[in-house]
């Protein structure tokens, strides 16, 4: 069943996508691009696309370069990339592989066809537990699955033996669209990580960690994607995948390319025969070094395979596609400790940092932050005291050590505060071994980017760069930038991985400012110059892309730049894949196509977004349609082209550009947006990209406000209204059929936009809703109490009649939804939801009471489009719960936790506006959680069952309410696990897309949030299941209809399983 309705689902989407694709704004595509597409369209479907809007969404990445494709393809498969690769043959049009987006330099920005490979049939991991012969997992099968938390596909693989496993993996096989966070994840219960760690782990794809040969903040030199490095799996131009990891095919390349492998091998010869050229090669890489190719895998490696695993690292796809690779596995040590140490200038912190590298064998990390980055951070929540208390010129350096044991470690950390006393600090030397100061601390440096970024002057581009000295040239090197900022006019930030010698800087220019970009050109040869003359590298870890590419010969020489134009002509002579990255004949080409200046065109919470792409991967649109990073950036283009087109500056492309965007951003911007909120709890800024499909959808919303006035102001007739539309859908599911009927409303939905019928559609709740008290002679007491203003009395809950007691009283909000709805006719259990609450609220002994007008009440969240009328449904809510709670003594519960995240936020800014106590509101998990589980005795059952939470309990409001009480997404779990489940979860999915409405009203949206739910390494999470839960009415709808079974509300799970 669940299958059925997401083939019908996936059809209707493909029908969406090809109807855009259709509409004629591709902008007149040169004749060779619409060749290309219709060629293509036959193997890739839908997932192809001209039309304009998603032309320029896809051409966004976290560089400062505006490059817009000509076409975007959404690959999936090797077989695929095959047969992409033939038609840029064929047409000789040129390709660039895009994994996250996350890269700085332009490295993945396209203008002629961008191939995108970040969706979940790129996100296979294999981990190997045997060092024995030659191997290749894809070829000789998975020992077993291996469940990970992780949103990838993970199993393991024993290379040799697979009877005999050591206690923890040798080495990761990772598919280029695993997040690098993923894999470490995968590895985590071994005491192992891969060893690259950059800032971006979190959101990087392994693609782009081995392509840019990304480093970060612990790995350096001796850890990075070069040194750990085993095998690869590659497709070259012509087709041909080459796998270093199977000696079979290795031979077969031998043979069908000689021509390749005599080339790399003479290019090896003319190197070592080159005495100075060598030692050159090994100086320079001796630091971080990615400019240019890995020209020292032909002094490292002298077998083909050692140059072949090593010279696509840090090629940013400009040799072929490299679809996996395997890593060895280091080690990730259990114990650390991190202190942040303040220094009064760049002198000292200069001389403390040439002695942490001088112990870089027990410190892992030392991340160096200038004056200027400590003032962006200075307001972030939980930052120590000392940040607000420094002056300017001070530095700080962010210390991390780790070993295997507590007693190591203390050792370590004896080292080197003796080895540092010599030099005084701002506020002494603490070591932290509170995990949570850590993970604030190391939040903050991942983080700086973003952060100084969104300081930026509206309109400013920001710069980031990456260079690396020598440690004995640290300090002059940091002070040479401070001066060229100076001398060029320049506000910036210089942090660090300092350890290295790898210095970081941003600035944010201009560079609409004609004489401003101009500036911005000279002051980059003059800082080319300045890290050359220390014999540094002007790209230490971000890869040369397009900013570093005029500047290669600079920094080598010809010699060596003559190598690396060898290396691009033996495996792409044709200039096909990603051309101008890393070797360009352009001189010029780090000034063009740089993002246009957008000054106060846009709300200044999105004019923050700096486009990092931080949140894309929780989004639940992020397969449908666009990402939050993409829908602010089409936003803010249109919002561009407007204010040209007010001016009268826009010409006739532009014109069309605008309609384009406009004529699509209606369904790819608004209605597809889940309006979650999840964006806001990875972004760094926490920037609510909802706010603007909230936004749009009340300037555009299609019922009037008198009718919406109507059903708020009669609650309980909208409700009835609710109830009557449900039972009709019944009546017709029972006289025609559910096929039939589920036809009949798709066809109605095609052309008047009605809700669709799902399989699992509700039925007309009818239970009537009453308090319940345990005993009316405690009601009366209390009644007699509050008379008599005995508060004490009254609150003591010590009322006890004929042996039995009160333990306590819950105030009930149901939910809207929730009084009109009722189970599924599938349900085992088809109670309503109040009436099992109430169950499992009299076990418990508590007291239900619903406020006296509860029919007429509403948490206002249907009604966001119309912010005054929500408003005044939220007050009536507030005022009638601060009435029923007297005043917040009693704890209030809501049925739907998407509704009580809206009470909780409505209670929390009346209250602060009030200057009162905010009443506590909890999501009903927690308050059986925290309230009711003490006080029921559970009957383990050991069913295994689906379990999924709601998007609204990770909220960042919810999360803010759960650092006080109880953990609204743990709650759930808990519940769970105290009924002795076995529980089925599948993390990949953070939003369900059902968004309310939307899952009746654009119900692709759901489809493509769960289009692979459940599903883990080809086989299902939940095989065996017969039964899910969780804590949303509406999400249940949705995951019913993909999963083919009945979830349902966690409280019926609780209920079977307690007396």
């Not at 949103?151 to 923890?168: E, I, L, R, V």
């Not at 609409?512 to 970009?517: L, P, R, V």
Request: with cysteine; net charge neutral.
């Amino acid at each position: 069943m669940g299958n059925n309705a997401i083939h019908t689902a996936q059809r209707n989407m493909y029908n969406i996508f090809d109807s855009v694709n259709n509409q004629g704004d591709d902008l007149g595509l040169d004749q060779v691009y619409l060749d290309f597409y219709h060629d293509a369209k036959v193997f890739l479907g839908h997932r192809i696309f001209k039309d304009y809007l998603r032309r320029f969404a896809y051409g966004i990445d976290a560089s400062c370069y505006r490059y817009i494709p000509k076409l975007v393809i959404w690959a999936h498969t090797e077989e695929e990339i095959q047969k992409i690769f033939a038609l840029s043959h064929k047409y000789k049009l040129a390709l660039t592989f895009r994994a996250a987006g996350t890269s700085l330099s332009g490295q993945a920005s396209s203008q002629s066809v961008l191939v995108v490979c970040n969706n979940i049939h790129w996100k296979n991991i294999s981990l190997v537990f045997d060092l024995g012969n030659s191997h290749n997992p894809s070829d000789t099968g998975l020992a077993h699955s291996h469940q990970a938390n992780t949103s990838a596909n993970t199993s393991t693989y024993a290379s040799a033996n697979k009877t005999a496993q050591p206690n923890a993996p040798v080495s990761i096989w990772c598919d280029c669209g695993v997040i690098g966070a993923d894999a470490n994840l995968a590895l985590k219960a071994y005491q192992r990580k891969i060893g690259p760690d950059p800032a971006t782990i979190n959101n990087a794809l392994i693609g782009g960690i081995f392509s840019n040969n990304s480093s970060g903040m612990c790995c350096g030199v001796k850890q990075n994607s070069y040194q750990t490095i085993k095998s690869i799996r590659v497709i070259l131009s012509d087709g041909y995948i080459l796998d270093t990891s199977s000696e079979q095919n290795l031979k077969d390349f031998c043979v069908t390319y000689p021509h390749i492998v005599e080339n790399l091998l003479a290019l090896r010869e003319k190197i070592l025969s080159d005495s100075a050229l060598t030692a050159q090669i090994k100086r320079k890489f001796a630091i971080k070094n990615t400019t240019g190719y890995g020209i020292n895998a032909f002094v490292d490696f002298e077998d083909i395979k050692g140059i072949l695993d090593h010279i696509f690292i840090g090629a940013e796809g400009t040799l072929g596609f490299v679809s996996r690779v395997e890593y060895e596995c280091v080690r990730d040590f259990t114990y650390k400790a991190c202190a942040l140490l303040f220094y009064e200038n760049l002198a000292l912190t200069a001389q403390a940092i040439k002695i942490l590298a001088k112990n870089d064998s027990i410190v892992s990390a030392a991340e160096m932050l200038d004056y200027s980055s400590l003032v962006s951070v200075q307001n972030i929540q939980g930052m120590p005291a000392e940040i607000k208390q420094i002056t300017e010129g001070n530095c700080a350096i962010l210390v991390q050590l780790e070993e295997d044991s507590k007693e190591a470690l203390n050792r370590n950390i004896a080292t080197i505060t003796t080895e540092l006393e010599s030099i005084p600090t701002c506020f002494g030397m603490r070591f932290s071994f509170d995990t949570k100061e850590q993970e604030i601390w190391w939040k903050v440096r991942k983080g700086l980017l973003p952060y100084t970024a969104s300081m930026r002057p509206s309109g400013a581009t920001v710069i980031t760069e990456d260079i690396c000295f020598e440690i004995e040239y640290f300090a002059p090197g940091v002070e040479g930038i401070a001066k060229l900022f100076k001398q060029y006019g320049f506000e910036g930030v210089i942090f660090g991985h300092a350890l290295s010698g790898n210095v970081h800087f941003i600035i944010t220019p201009m560079l609409g400012d004609e004489n401003e970009c101009q500036r911005f050109g000279v002051f980059m040869e003059a800082l080319v110059e300045l890290v050359v003359s220390f014999g540094g590298s002007i790209k230490a870890e971000h890869g040369t892309g397009r900013m570093m590419a005029p500047f290669v010969e600079k920094e080598w020489g010809a010699k060596a730049y003559q190598i690396n134009q060898k290396i691009k002509g033996i495996f792409d002579s044709a200039h096909l894949i990603n051309p101008d990255v890393i070797l360009t004949d352009d001189k010029d080409i780090h000034l063009k196509n740089l993002k246009p200046s957008n000054a106060n065109l846009i709300e200044d919470y999105l004019d923050a977004c700096m486009e990092c792409g931080f949140c894309e991967k929780i989004c639940p649109s992020r397969n449908l349609t666009l990402t939050p990073r993409q829908r602010i950036a089409v936003y803010r283009e249109i919002e561009r082209l407007k204010s040209m087109q007010n001016l009268n500056e826009i010409n006739e492309i532009e014109q069309k550009e605008l309609e384009a965007l406009q004529k699509g951003y209606e369904y790819f911007g608004v209605e597809t947006c889940a309006t979650c909120s999840m964006c806001a709890t990875l972004c760094p800024l926490e920037i609510d990209t909802a706010k603007i499909a909230l936004h749009k959808s009340q300037t555009h919303a299609p019922i009037t406000e008198s009718m919406v006035r109507f059903f708020a102001n009669h609650i309980e007739i909208t409700t009835q209204f609710m109830r009557f539309g449900v039972g009709c859908a019944n009546v017709a599911n029972t006289l025609l059929g559910q096929t039939l009927t589920k036809n009949i409303a798709q066809k109605l939905h095609r052309f008047c936009k009605t809700p669709v019928l799902l399989d699992f559609f509700p039925t007309k709740n009818t239970y009537a809703l009453t308090s319940r008290f345990i005993t009316q002679e405690c009601e009366d007491k209390r009644q007699e109490n509050k008379h008599q203003n005995n508060r004490e009395n009254m609150h003591k809950n010590e009322c006890q009649e004929n042996n039995h007691k009160e333990n306590g009283r819950v105030i009930y909000f149901s939910s809207c939804l929730n009084r009109a709805f009722a189970p599924s006719a599938q349900a085992k259990d088809k109670r309503s939801i109040a009436e099992v609450f109430e169950n499992l609220c009299k076990k418990a002994r508590f007291s239900v009471i619903y406020p006296p007008n509860i029919e007429e009440l509403c948490c206002s969240k249907a009604y966001k489009n119309h912010p005054k009328i929500a408003n005044k449904l939220a007050k009536q809510a507030y005022q009638s719960l601060l009435q029923a709670s007297e005043n917040g003594a009693i704890p209030i519960v809501c049925d739907h936790s998407a509704c009580s995240l809206e009470l909780l936020k409505i209670i929390t800014d009346f209250a602060r506006q009030n200057n009162t106590k905010p009443l506590k509101i909890l999501d009903m998990p927690a308050f059986i959680q925290e309230y009711l589980s003490p006080l029921l005795q559970f009957i383990p059952n050991a069913q295994k069952v689906a379990l999924y939470a709601p998007c609204s309990t990770r909220n960042l409001s919810t999360k803010a309410e759960s650092s006080k009480s109880c953990n609204w997404e743990e709650a759930i779990f808990a519940l769970a696990r105290l009924c002795g489940a076995n529980i089925a979860y599948d993390s990949n999915v953070k939003c369900c897309g059902f968004a309310g409405n939307k899952g009746f009203l654009t119900p692709e949206l759901n489809k493509s949030a769960l289009e692979y739910f459940g599903e883990h390494n080809g086989k299902s999470l939940f095989s065996d299941v017969k039964q899910g839960y969780s804590s949303s009415s509406t999400c249940e709808i949705g995951l019913s209809d993909r999963s083919g079974f009945v979830w349902q509300h966690i409280v019926y799970l609780a209920d079977s399983c307690t007396k």
